[in-house]
């Protein structure tokens, strides 16, 4: 149910809401409004995308902050821990990728 925005740092991609395609890249903002459905996809194999991501703080004190993940991604692995270490590297290779 909340509204969030996104800031795309890195990479490009897209974004459907409500079955509508909206492309992005890196600098622009993606405004959600409330009750959409929405899904991100990202499309530059070659370049990881970096988000960031707020919500107005008026659906978390609500107890409206409720987020349902329809999907993993097709590159999703389980398997993977994100440690300290992986984070490190993935945030090195963007860093370089941007240079």
């Known amino acids: ?15 459907i809401h409500d079955g509508v395609r909206y492309d992005w890249e890196a600098g622009d903002v993606i405004d959600i409004p409330p009750c959409t459905i929405h899904q991100h996809f990202h499309a530059d194999p ?30 999703y692995d389980p398997g993977v821990l994100p440690t300290a270490e992986l984070v ?3 945030l090195t290779f963007s860093a370089k990728t941007r240079a």
Request: glycine content about 6%.
């Open 88 to 90: 490190r590297k993935y």
């Open 1 to 15: 149910m909340n509204e969030a925005a996104f800031y795309i740092l890195d990479g490009a991609g897209y974004e």
């Open 46 to 75: 070659a370049r990881p995308a970096r988000l960031i991501s707020c919500i107005n703080r008026i659906y978390k004190i609500g107890v409206l902050n409720d987020l349902e993940q329809i999907e993993n991604a097709p590159e």
